[in-house]
């Protein structure tokens, strides 16, 4: 397989992207924070930058969240891989959102390679879950009424 290559301006494709994108650094603080996450979360650049991911996380998640967090930055590897994590998140303004979100590790220049911090590329999928968390209730519901 070839590959073009042509310049690319990386700051204008982060800016345009429909998804947001999230980079927090090695203590979990936010560093980039795209317009899409401003759309998606509520949260403004200046109010997001230098504050911690705690402000998209739902509280009783947090611990779990950190546990990972800190282990990741200690052994510089990820279990999620490639894989799409679907979890809870939180809107500025309260309301539980779903988000589904890829993560990659960011890592210093070599010879040292250790891991600064965490790209996320995340999607809303509130209203997918919704839909389908609803269909599951009306498909037990039409089950449990023909006996099946």
Do not use: C
Request: glycine share 8%; aromatic share 6%; net charge negative.
């Amino acid at each position: 397989m070839t590959t073009k290559t042509f310049p690319i301006d990386f700051e204008q494709l982060i800016d345009v992207i429909g998804d947001a994108v999230v980079i927090s650094d090695a203590r979990g603080a936010i560093t980039l924070w795209n317009p899409a996450a401003e759309r998606m979360f509520g949260f403004t650049p200046a109010e997001a930058l230098g504050n911690s991911l705690d402000i998209i996380i739902p509280e009783r998640l947090r611990g779990r969240h950190w546990a990972g967090y800190e282990k990741t930055m200690a052994t510089g590897e990820t279990r999620y891989g490639h894989d799409v994590l679907r979890v809870p998140a939180v809107h500025k303004d309260g309301r539980a959102l779903s988000i589904a979100f890829t993560v990659a590790l960011l890592h210093s220049a070599q010879p040292d390679a250790v891991v600064t911090g965490i790209v996320a590329v995340i999607r809303d999928e509130t209203s997918r879950f919704t839909e389908e968390r609803n269909l599951k209730k009306r498909l037990a519901e039409l089950e449990a009424r023909s006996g099946g």
